[in-house]
């Protein structure tokens, strides 16, 4: 009897240990990055209230850095009106070809759905956007916003309920954020001009100031100590729970709940968006500039002033927008056409031009792969 008491101790002192150590609080792991005078911390660091006013929207981001494990996040969005204000919660790297995973809720008029936006950026390469409407409302209560990060897979969860597997396949050359520390973000801005129905829906100020609001951020993640994390982070040791089997891939039950999320709740996905991948491919051939930003995050002063392109702000919903695209010509003639440097790879799925592989085509058979 005694015996089993110590052990319930024991075990009951361990659990407690584990959460203290993972869960975060808001004044020790975070700080504001932008927007101070829009934000509050309460209740000895647990909860946080990131606001956007006629005068600034507010941002903070953890202070330190990771690689692989669980972000979690307890989120409840603006209530009411929320149109044209977007919330962010992601993880991303510094730097030029930065990895990024995404996670950002654009706002809506009350009563209409909020647009739940996935995308993630593997060396600097995004427009892998997946949009869902929330099979809940998301205003009226906080809702467990977790993104799983391992060598394997990427898995963004809401209510554990997994919504988006992106899984590694460098085996067939499509880049992963496997290299590169990440901090998680967490932001609220003004994104009017795109935000709400294609950027129709203006912001209105009389329903000003607009709180995201958290709690319950735990960070059980490998912290960054330098490039030798690249190894460490990944090494399969019981330590790193994120790189144990069962974390590898979803079970049967998760694979059904995914699916009953995208049969019912999927809006955009990337992978389906063939016109899409086609015309970016030959935009490239032509030479032509065809900037499709789809990353919408309120721009970093830090990082503007670093002239970061991707943080300018996108003007597209999600890489949904229509661009003006040669849909007549096949690829095939745009290679011809582009009169050398350019010619399909070695696969037939991808094309080089001046030594630079550009594999849209590789990035589809990605998704089919991943539906399969
Ligand atoms: C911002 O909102 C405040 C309070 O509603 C108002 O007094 C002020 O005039 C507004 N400022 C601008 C620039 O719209
Ligand atoms: C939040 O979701 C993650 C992912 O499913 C899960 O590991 C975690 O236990 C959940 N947190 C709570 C408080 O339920
Ligand atoms: C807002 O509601 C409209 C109408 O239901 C819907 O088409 C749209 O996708 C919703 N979300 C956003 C962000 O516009």
């Known amino acids: 009897m005694g015996n089993l008491k110590a052990l319930f101790i024991a075990l009951v002192s361990n659990i ?47 202070r330190k850095q990771y690689l692989f494990g669980s972000i979690e996040m307890q989120i409840k969005l603006v209530e009411g009106n ?77 209510d554990s309920i997994p919504i988006r597997v992106f899984k590694n396949h460098e085996n067939i050359g499509i880049p992963y954020p ?18 709400t129905q294609g950027g129709l829906v203006k912001i209105d100020w009389s329903n000003a100031p607009f709180i995201a609001r958290y709690r319950k951020l735990k960070l059980r993640a490998c912290e960054w100590k330098g490039q030798n994390s690249i190894y460490k982070c990944a090494s399969s040791t019981p330590n790193n729970w994120w790189t144990s089997s ?33 015309c970016l491919l030959k935009s490239a051939l032509c030479g032509v ?13 830090r990082l503007l002033s670093e002239d970061h392109p991707r943080e300018r702000g996108g003007s597209e919903g999600g890489g949904v927008g229509d661009r003006d695209c040669d849909g007549d010509r096949s690829v ?17 799925d991808g094309v080089v031009i001046d030594g630079d592989e550009i594999g849209p085509l590789a990035e589809l058979a990605h998704c089919a792969e991943v539906l399969l």
């Not at 504001?32 to 509050?40: K, M």
């Not at 694979?255 to 709740?265: H, L, P, T």
């Not at 095939?332 to 037939?348: L, N, P, Q, R, T």
């Open 16 to 62: 407690a240990l584990a959460n203290s150590v993972a869960r975060a609080n808001f004044y020790a792991d975070t700080f504001f990055n932008w927007g101070y005078q829009n934000t509050a911390i309460w209740g000895d660091g647990d909860n946080l209230a990131l606001i956007l006013n006629n005068v600034s929207g507010s941002g903070i981001q953890t």
């Open 82 to 158: 929320s149109a044209g204000t977007v919330t962010t919660y992601y993880l991303s790297s510094t730097g030029e070809k930065h990895d990024e995973i995404d996670f950002e809720f654009l706002g809506n008029l009350s009563g209409k759905p909020y647009m739940i936006h996935t995308n993630v950026y593997a060396q600097g390469v995004g427009n892998r956007e997946q949009q869902f409407y929330p099979w809940f409302d998301p205003t009226s209560d906080f809702h467990n916003y977790t993104i799983h990060w391992n060598p394997s897979q990427i898995v963004w969860f809401i």
């Open 178 to 195: 496997n290299q590169q520390a990440m901090q998680a973000y967490s932001s609220i801005w003004n994104a009017d001009n795109w935000a």
């Open 246 to 278: 069962e974390y590898s891939q979803l079970s049967y039950a998760q694979m059904g709940q995914m699916e009953w999320v995208r049969n019912n709740y999927m809006v955009y996905d990337y992978c389906k968006d063939t016109k899409r991948f086609l």
């Open 289 to 301: 500039s065809f900037h499709v930003s789809t990353d919408h995050h309120e721009p970093d002063p």
């Open 332 to 348: 095939a003639e745009h290679v011809e056409e582009s009169g050398g440097g350019a010619e399909v790879d070695d696969e037939g």
